[in-house]
């Protein structure tokens, strides 16, 4: 059977109910495929599974989730602005004036339909160091992450807007000589067989299932020179603990951490450099009351059923004394409650090397990963921790506090043995579809067509070309509004 749409979306997350949601309410006809279940309750493992010929990226395999819904479950909830010089070498844009027209006028309406408001220049405190720069990451309240699910709920109920195909597989993509994708075919849960049209199409699926979608899928429309940067130059951020200490509160410091309640979220603060960011962090999977907090939250937020809501509910009561300081700290000072003596982490963030090496790869029945710290890393490491340590740990020592620096003197050998035991990714990997660079060296063009097509889009970190400086969901929505715009406010598809 036949359906004809003015949308189809391939994949059902963050970003691909972002897109299908926003066309729906322009008033598109909308399809949307999810290869999984639309209840969180009856997710399976992702198939194919992943090997890693060399080091586990860890946000492959556990950002990775065959649901409607997709990781925004588990997603942290923050939402933070890459500049314009970094979307440039993000996207390969020609400059940084066109990088701004074209995403960051969305990061204020994404921003202010998900609650969050403007920082307060009369509110931004010192960096770290006199040369970094200060940013802010606004972390979502579980609640206000419930979007995605709510519509995963609506979809069961047979309330959405979109037309949505879950537990879906996508058997065949066709397409005419001019490199117009006409339809995909969809074996459904059912048995059926299904063939979807339209004249748009976006792939809008997670940076490992985009990748292996396009090297299942579109051998035959890809361009030649495109075929060639399939699955390649994968990156993420490297997160590396520097120093630890003994938190005091009241210093200057306290303007950074702990994270504030502000702009109608939860804000943390972070110094920057044009390689990455330094911030404090602390553990609070372990810390009391947050344990049981986070734990009831994350419990709600994966719209679990009532009685384990309630259970989770009851659990943050059991500390009442403690709940109680750290409420009137919350009343009086409008952050989160971190105790004096509390063992917090310097943790500098950095942009992984988009290597040739860090590659996927389709294997028999299984998917391949090569994935690890390259020379360009511990390079980048290396002349960071050179240049900033002896200042970090001047400047934190000035305010009050022991610091046991880790991270050595960034010498080559010793910043590659410490980042090989100590280095983690930040699950936020991207790549393999990348934007076409001033050689030619991508997958899809300026506007995230994939080469060889003129209407299938690339939506998600697949199509970044380095990850930026930021979590990059704030970014990838801005990127889904703008395709949105310019496809549907403006009237191209009838």
């Keep these: 059977m036949s359906h004809r749409y003015d949308l189809v979306v391939l994949g059902g997350g963050i970003v691909g109910i972002w897109t299908a949601r926003q066309a729906a309410a322009r008033g598109a006809r909308v399809a949307l495929v999810e290869i999984g279940p639309s209840s969180l309750g009856d997710e399976a493992a992702p198939k194919p599974a992943l090997r890693f ?22 997603w942290g909830g923050g939402l933070c602005r890459n500049d314009c010089e970094t979307l440039r070498e993000m996207f390969s844009l020609e400059s940084c004036a066109v990088a701004t027209a074209r995403l960051a006028r969305h990061y204020d309406g994404i921003e202010r339909t998900l609650g969050i408001t403007p920082s307060l220049p009369s509110a931004q405190p010192q960096p770290l160091l006199e040369e970094l720069t200060l940013s802010e990451i606004a972390v979502l309240p579980g609640k206000r992450r419930g979007l995605w699910s709510g519509f995963a709920e609506q979809v069961r109920r047979g309330r959405s807007a979109v037309t949505c ?6 058997s065949e993509v066709a397409s005419d000589p001019l490199g ?4 995909v075919t969809v074996e459904l849960s059912s048995g059926k067989v299904a063939r979807l049209q339209a004249p748009l199409f976006a792939l809008a699926m997670g940076v490992v299932d985009s990748n292996l979608f396009a090297l299942r899928n579109l051998g035959g429309i890809l361009s030649e020179e495109a075929k060639r940067y399939v699955g390649t130059r994968l990156h993420d951020h490297w997160s590396v603990p520097l120093a630890r200490m003994r938190w005091k509160n009241g210093t200057p410091l306290s303007q950074l951490f702990p994270p504030k309640f502000y702009r109608g979220g939860i804000v943390g603060r972070r110094s920057c ?11 609070l999977d372990e810390l009391p009351p947050y344990d049981r907090v986070k734990k009831f939250l994350s419990v709600r937020q994966k719209g679990e059923t009532f009685g384990r809501q309630v259970r989770a509910a009851l659990g943050t009561v059991g500390r009442p004394l403690l709940m109680a300081r750290a409420g009137v700290h919350y009343l009086l000072e409008r952050e989160l409650y971190i105790p004096d003596g509390c063992e917090i982490t310097l943790t500098f963030d950095f942009q992984s090397y988009a290597s040739a090496l860090n590659r996927i790869a389709i294997e ?58 100590a280095a983690i990714d930040a699950f936020h990997l991207g790549g ?6 001033a050689a030619n060296d991508g997958v899809v063009d300026s506007r995230f067509v994939v080469r060889g097509t003129t209407n299938l889009h690339v939506l998600g970190t697949a199509n970044f070309r380095r990850p930026g400086l930021a979590n990059p969901v704030l970014t990838l929505l801005a990127q889904s509004q703008q395709f949105v715009f310019e496809h ?7």
């Design 53 to 74: 010929s060399r080091r586990e990226n860890l946000g492959a395999t556990r950002a990775r989730h065959h649901v409607l819904t997709g990781n925004s479950p588990y």
């Design 165 to 170: 195909l879950v537990a879906s597989t996508i």
């Design 180 to 183: 117009q994708v006409n339809s």
């Design 273 to 283: 450099d044009s390689v990455g960011f330094f911030h404090f962090t602390a553990n």
């Design 364 to 421: 028999g029945d299984e998917a391949v990963l090569d994935w690890d710290i390259r020379p360009q890393d511990i390079d980048a490491f290396g002349r960071t921790v050179s240049a900033r340590r002896d200042s970090l740990c001047r400047a934190l020592s000035s305010h009050g506090l022991e610091v046991e620096w880790l991270a050595g003197d960034g010498g080559s050998g010793a910043s590659a043995e410490y980042l090989g035991k």
């Design 432 to 437: 393999g579809l990348q934007v076409c660079g």
């Design 488 to 494: 549907f406010d403006q009237g191209a598809v009838q």
